[in-house]
């Protein structure tokens, strides 16, 4: 597919059915997701910045978080969408950077740090907007624009902020509107119809279940760092049965060498 194909196949993924979104943080985590049947990748930011040695909240930079993702691009066939934070230091660089390191989407960010304060509705509508003129500029109109907003995630405003900047950012030329931190299912569905545009929920256990996102009215679910977080904690599990008692236990279930390695060329 060209890479307008696998813009096009990322919209309609989110705009006729429901996106479900395992995101990745290396090339080899896109490929074990993407083997799992996954129909599009979706990048974490904090995923990423951990496997930099680096926290997250806007603390990576460009080359490295475009690096990663061209890593991405290159072991999997479906379409990849990066989270690229705020944008980091040029925003339409990072744009003309990411789609030429194979990326079909990006997750721009409102906030200007990790919690806050947001950009208003007009610098963030402008940033929209250039975002997508650096979309036209590389070749790839067809750039799926996810755009989020941290007013909930960060305690910046309520669920009347979320919809007014929802129109707006819609207005900008967003293709979606995700809001983490937004779990509660009546006040998705309030969202899911006042958008004009598909609604983006991060999943988390414990929380609601695709079933009854789905039915609120959500069209893209993802997990955000949630997988990341699962294998750095069996890393950890590992570790402390081998020097505690001595043993492997925990390495039941493991995928296989050759089934990894296969996985990719050479």
Do not use: C
């Not at 072991?75 to 705020?86: L, R």
């Amino acid at each position: 597919m060209t890479a307008a194909d696998k813009a096009n196949r990322l919209r309609s993924l989110q705009n006729e059915s429901v996106l479900l979104l395992p995101n990745a943080w290396d090339a080899a985590s896109a490929a074990v997701i993407a083997a799992a049947g996954a129909p599009a990748i979706a990048t974490t930011s904090a995923g990423v910045s951990w496997s930099q040695g680096r926290q997250d909240g806007q603390a990576l930079s460009r080359s490295d978080a475009i690096g990663i993702v061209a890593r991405i691009a290159a072991v999997v066939d479906v379409p990849v969408t990066a989270d690229i934070e705020g944008g980091y230091d040029d925003l339409t660089a990072t744009i003309t950077d990411v789609i030429a390191a194979g990326a079909v989407g990006v997750n721009l960010e409102d906030s200007r740090a990790a919690g806050g304060p947001l950009h208003t509705v007009e610098e963030q509508t402008a940033r929209i907007r250039r975002a997508r003129a650096a979309a036209t500029h590389a070749g790839l109109d067809e750039l799926v624009l996810n755009a989020r907003t941290d007013v909930i995630l960060f305690g910046l405003g309520d669920l009347d902020e979320v919809i007014a900047r929802t129109h707006a950012y819609a207005e900008a030329g967003a293709d979606s509107i995700f809001v983490p931190g937004l779990l509660d299912l009546t006040a998705l569905r309030t969202l899911a119809e006042a958008a004009p545009i598909p609604v983006n929920a991060m999943a988390m256990a414990g929380g609601p279940d695709v079933a009854a996102l789905t039915a609120a009215g959500v069209r893209r679910i993802s997990l955000g760092m949630a997988v990341a977080q699962a294998a750095y904690t069996t890393a950890r599990q590992v570790t402390l049965e081998l020097l505690g008692k001595g043993t492997f236990d925990s390495l039941d279930g493991a995928l296989g060498f050759g089934e990894l390695n296969d996985l990719f060329t050479e």
